[in-house]
């Protein structure tokens, strides 16, 4: 249940790029990047999408949330069995736009993992990110939410909240890794995030609806490879 | 944006028996029926089945809950957009599992009403469905929740519910239709539902988790067309 | 169970001029207003000022929330009976910073009714007015949320809202009655609002955050008796 | 920021027994216990009774929830200022039955910290508990809520519990303190809690309903004392 470092995670929230055949397309293209580069990219379509990228696509494809419940009688609920169905092989948590109570978190960790999932939880702060550590997802993700959407990078505009971050979580649970999100969209980007000890980078707007998602994307591998 | 009189919706909820293969039998089996009797038979799967279940049957599939956001920058949201590219003609909202502020039941009704969607707002008695209905929605679902899933049917256990929520609709906006819920797993259920003035149910357990779903909704079928 | 109209209805929210001291300030100036020229003023204090805001004066005092539980096993929920017991004669309900589910507010109402509270639901829009007005509360507050602290009132930018409200409510439910919020800050804003079918307003800032509340409050009483 | 161990916190809920005379009543009592035995005894009242409970008694005041929101424009919030400007020490924070979301409970400890609050969080379970720590409240406190309201203490029915979250919450953040909850109604569960490691218990209607509160207080802090 992990991913191979570096990773680059493209959520495609809820972005009209990202429904249908817009969905496929942008996942091809990270499974191009992927095999050209070697670099892990990880898709996160909406629900609806798992199945078809996950069909389509030989790369990893998570979901974007899961609810903290078994299957049963919970409408309009998703659970870790029906996005592993569909071809999930983790999932987000806890993003800012989907925030869970710290339960329910626990909960949705360990369903997932009991179902085989990935999991990547994401904290809005250092100790959030701690407090995420101690519920031993696969990865945390360290997302100022003030940087959300704004191309301006967490790397250059807080790398103190992502080392400190790096620190806190090996103190609390070092069996988790440690990647790092929001204002992601050039290649340098992810090189400095590496650089601050992250794993890789999880984003969305820069890739999702970049005129060329590929150009990004190879850009940014190469930045993870270090060249 | 309607649904043919009588109907049975099929709500799938996060059953294990409605993942996969087990949402494609439920959604052939209901198909076979609407074949054989004409009573409109819609299913509403998971939101990670729609795409496929849409796909395998003629049936009207509706999402189970969508959010009242427009496309975006919204992780693990579903929007009106998703569910419709994937298949649904419609969509469920406020079931008691998955309860909405009435500022975003308003909205998602509208945003869904835009998409061309058929909405199916329920609600837990009297004086939330005529709430309900001056949000315009397609039908009112009432739903006793204390029934759910219990084999009581509503029609039966609170008739009086059933009647006056008819009445109150209608006189708050008579272009919105009204089905009942809760506790309805045989044939007589339906029957008795149309009886009191009702457009058909809503139902989950009674099918879903039946021996033989097929033979269910067919009596129910039979029941929902008098015979 | 209702208040005299014309009536203004100040909501104190948790403004740090509106704790201790400052509410009890806020208030007395509210209760000279309302001597002075018979206008109805009620206040909302924060649930801890409740208590000594009653005791300090003899004007209504409404709670900005509660629950829709009974008393019991609820920590951290606001109750009817303990804003009651505080001294307040009413409640605001789902107000844009504090929305509840459509459920629950229907509860809510129903909770407050029954121990004799004057019930004040605020509401985004025409059709969520009238939907809250099928709850039967004791009145419907409109207040779009996007003039909400502008200074830009509702009367004047949006009438038409105002008056559809007035015209939806009373089709739905004669017996509630129609105020209106977002943006009143001055005397001419409560007259507007009154000619337009209202039985008074609900504000907060324009008169909370007032260098002088009770000659904002003066002025704005001597509209709404016409002079 | 910090209570004086052994303590015993009692939770008032919104039980009817906790209202206004009933509130002073129980505060009352407990402060005769703090006074003969020297075991802490904090109280949290409704919001409501806070300031009343405040200034008739001694002992330290708690809240029971407060929103993660500075001063301003939330109506129907409880802020860390107006709980502490009527007389609270203190807050509880995440009970289970008024979770918040991982980056507002956060952000609830550093306001009511900021405030000069202490911070009792309640968790479901270690790694939950563990997670708290590193939020870095004045304490933690473990409660399953399986057994909250049961009669069957924590201390018994899950020992192994308590002590790991002991420990886990030790080696996160050193500097917090662990209560334990649920079910806890004599003086021998108190006892036990402490030799299990805790600074003390909370509690709800172990004493809010019991009979005689100020004897069963006395019994536990009887055992507090070891005696």
Not at 106 to 129: E, I, M, Q, W
Not at 169 to 187: D, E
Not at 208 to 224: G, R
Request: aromatic residues 2%; glycine residues 10%; hydrophobic residues 45%.
């Amino acid at each position: 249940m992990s991913l191979e470092a570096p990773m680059i995670i493209v959520n495609f929230k809820a972005y009209a790029e990202a429904v249908g055949e817009g969905a496929l397309r942008l996942a091809k293209a990270a499974e191009r990047v992927w095999k050209e580069t070697g670099v892990t990219i990880a898709v996160a379509p909406p629900a609806t999408e798992i199945g078809a990228v996950a069909l389509a696509t030989e790369i990893p494809v998570l979901s974007q949330h899961i609810d903290p419940v078994e299957p049963g009688s919970y409408t309009g609920h998703i659970t870790a069995e029906e996005v592993r169905e569909a071809g999930a092989v983790g999932t987000l948590l806890n993003h800012s736009e989907r925030r869970l109570i710290l339960a329910d978190l626990g909960l949705a960790v360990k369903r997932a993992r009991d179902a085989g999932l990935v999991t990547v939880v994401c904290a809005n702060n250092t100790p959030a990110s701690a407090a995420a550590a101690a519920l031993s997802p696969s990865y945390v993700a360290v997302e100022p939410p003030e940087l959300i959407g704004t191309g301006i990078p967490v790397s250059r505009a807080r790398p103190e909240v992502v080392t400190s971050t790096v620190e806190a979580v090996r103190r609390v649970n070092p069996g988790v890794g440690v990647i790092c999100g929001a204002g992601i969209s050039r290649g340098e980007d992810v090189g400095a995030a590496l650089r601050l000890g992250t794993l890789g980078v999880l984003l969305a707007s820069g890739v999702v609806k970049a005129k060329d998602p590929e150009a990004v994307l190879t850009e940014m591998a190469s930045h993870a490879l270090g060249r």
